[in-house]
């Protein structure tokens, strides 16, 4: 079946604009992570959700990110006012069950200029 | 002290070796422990799930001590595919998300 897939794959975007990234989980699948990965570093938790649950938002890192999940489905990531900081990989990835297996999306790449 | 710790390397082994991987944990409450394996650019992918027992697939043996809150990776005869990122991964023990160590890298040459 398909797996996680995200949109845009590459996103070049200008300091200040907003900007919004797109995550389509594995159908079934009630937890859903959004994840940040700098170049060269480790997977930095951002938020999930879970089913119809309040969204963990402890990792999101300012009040600039924000997250949306309708249901079990579509998530959007939202940056607003980018800043070159922001440049990195965002990874979705859903489960079926919490706090097992975990599958990845292909991310999206932000590039800040 | 971090949620998950390992050593970042890189490991540089030749072909056929065997090289080990150890990776430590805080929340002496988690349950759930796995590695993860990340190419160059690419999403991680589940490599195994780690059991209390310990466990095996293929070329790679997993293990875990509750005791020392350690987990341990073992890739027997190394092959040039192994080269990758290999991360450790946590349950938080609240069962609701899962904390990911920064990786060991692996390189296999000729």
């Known amino acids: 079946g398909a797996g996680v897939s995200q949109s845009p794959s590459n996103k070049v975007t200008e300091k200040g604009k907003d900007v919004e990234l797109r995550c389509d989980p594995i159908s079934g699948h009630t937890a859903l992570y959004w994840y940040r990965q700098r170049l060269g570093q480790g997977l930095e938790f951002l938020i999930y959700?879970?089913?119809?649950?309040?969204?963990?938002k402890s990792g999101l890192p300012s009040d600039r990110f924000s997250a949306e999940r309708t249901g079990e489905s579509v998530s959007t990531l939202t940056i607003q006012r980018t800043q070159q900081e922001d440049s990195a990989v965002y990874l979705c990835?859903?489960?079926?069950?919490?706090?097992?297996?975990?599958?990845f999306g292909p991310g999206t790449r932000l590039t800040v200029l | 002290r971090k949620e998950v710790e390992q050593d970042p390397g890189p490991f540089n082994v030749p072909e056929g070796a065997t090289v080990a991987f150890n990776c430590t944990y805080s929340?002496?409450?988690?349950?759930?422990f796995f590695w993860y394996r990340q190419d160059c650019r690419k999403e991680p992918k589940l490599l195994m799930s780690v059991y209390s027992s310990g466990n095996e697939d293929g070329r790679f043996t997993a293990q875990l001590n509750r005791a020392s809150q350690y987990i341990s990776l073992l890739i027997r005869d190394s092959k040039l595919s192994d080269s990758a990122t290999y991360l450790c991964?946590?349950?938080?023990?609240?069962?609701?998300?899962?904390?990911f160590g920064t990786g060991t890298q692996l390189k296999v040459e000729l």
């Open positions: 929340n002496s409450a988690s349950q759930s």
């Open positions: 959700f879970q089913g119809n649950s309040a969204p963990d």
């Open positions: 990835a859903s489960t079926r069950i919490m706090g097992n297996e975990q599958f």
């Open positions: 991964v946590v349950n938080g023990g609240g069962g609701n998300k899962l904390t």
